[in-house]
């Protein structure tokens, strides 16, 4: 499972979990958003119907191979597309994202569904719900699941077992921040094929 450790001289905010997230510094505000099974989880309204894209405003995050649950590792909690954390960012081949979540009675409710495709033209990537986002018996009170200022929390995974954790930490600074992100985008999208700390860290 995704586990990012955003770490406060980098991103503001110190994370620990599974891809996310308890703040020392800050505290994102707690406001519901609506995820595209209705549920409401977190104050920005996200009302989507499948194969409806829509073009929403997210915070996004990333994790790594080397802050990842385990450590060393691409485990996964909800897979789809990939046994394990990956994907080039293509619409056949997305990468994989980590969303909130909320834990009742031992089962976890996800913010999005596994398997949501999201588009980010910022890293001009598309990506899939793969994988959860908070960790510990509460992770509905948690960044990921909170939201960021209204806004949802998408972290995606960097990959980074061919470079160091010190790149690969420089490379989720690099695309973590408020941007515009499609939910079930279109095919045909401009894409920057390969893995983010690869590829899209070295061009940002």
């Known amino acids: 499972m995704g586990n990012q450790l955003l770490r406060a001289a980098v991103f503001g905010i110190f994370a620990v979990g599974v891809a996310g997230c308890t703040s020392s510094k800050q505290t994102p505000t707690r406001n519901a958003f609506v995820s595209t099974s209705g549920v409401a989880v977190g104050v920005t309204p996200v009302r989507t119907a499948p194969n409806r894209a829509v073009p929403m405003q997210i915070y996004l995050t990333g994790y790594s191979y080397w802050d990842n649950t385990p450590r060393g590792s691409a485990r996964i909690a909800r897979p789809v597309i990939h046994r394990q954390a990956g994907g080039t960012g293509t619409y056949n081949d997305p990468i994989t994202v980590a969303v909130g979540h909320s834990k009742r009675g031992g089962r976890s409710r996800m913010d ?38 209204g806004l949802p929390w998408l972290d995606i995974y960097v990959g980074g077992r061919s470079v160091s954790a010190r790149q690969a930490d420089r490379c989720m600074a690099s695309i973590t921040g408020v941007q515009a992100a499609v939910i079930n985008p279109a095919r045909g999208m401009p894409v920057q094929a390969g893995e983010i700390s690869l590829s899209t860290c070295r061009a940002i």
């Open 112 to 149: 999005f569904p596994a398997g949501t495709r999201f588009y980010f033209p910022r890293i001009q990537k598309y990506g899939i719900v793969e994988d959860l986002c908070g960790d510990g018996p509460r992770p509905q009170n948690g960044p990921c699941h909170s939201g960021y200022s």
